[in-house]
């Protein structure tokens, strides 16, 4: 069955960087765009990157432009995000999605002083 675990969440100071990954499994990664949502409490998820599958075409949210990047890697399976100058208000559960239905567990990025 498919499965996606994401890793790398934590707490980080404001400015500070996180490197998230999502481990993918029971289906063909290489050929499957992905994406990373979040949601913060009191909030509707909202996409935040997006990547192709084949030529790596990448979108992102307007609020992590320039400061998130998206990227994938095809023989291991993962994709990642790489999350830069982060602000208190990039606190939320980070999610992985796949093919529009399939989702992980979720890991938890809280930014704070």
């Known amino acids: 069955q498919v499965q996606l675990v994401e890793s790398g969440g934590g707490l980080v100071h404001p400015g500070g960087s996180l490197r998230l990954s999502c481990a993918a499994s029971g289906f063909t990664f290489s050929t499957s765009p992905m994406r990373w949502y979040r949601q913060a409490n009191g909030k509707e998820r909202e996409l935040v990157a997006l990547?192709?599958?084949?030529?790596?075409?990448?979108n992102y949210a307007d609020s992590v432009k320039g400061r998130f990047t998206i990227s994938r890697d095809n023989a291991k399976n993962t994709v990642y995000l790489q999350m830069n100058s982060l602000k208190p208000e990039d606190t939320a559960v980070y999610y992985c999605?796949?093919?529009?239905?399939?989702w992980g567990q979720g890991t938890q990025v809280t930014v704070s002083s």
């Open positions: 999605n796949a093919l529009m239905m399939y």
């Open positions: 990547i192709s599958s084949v030529a790596g075409i990448t």
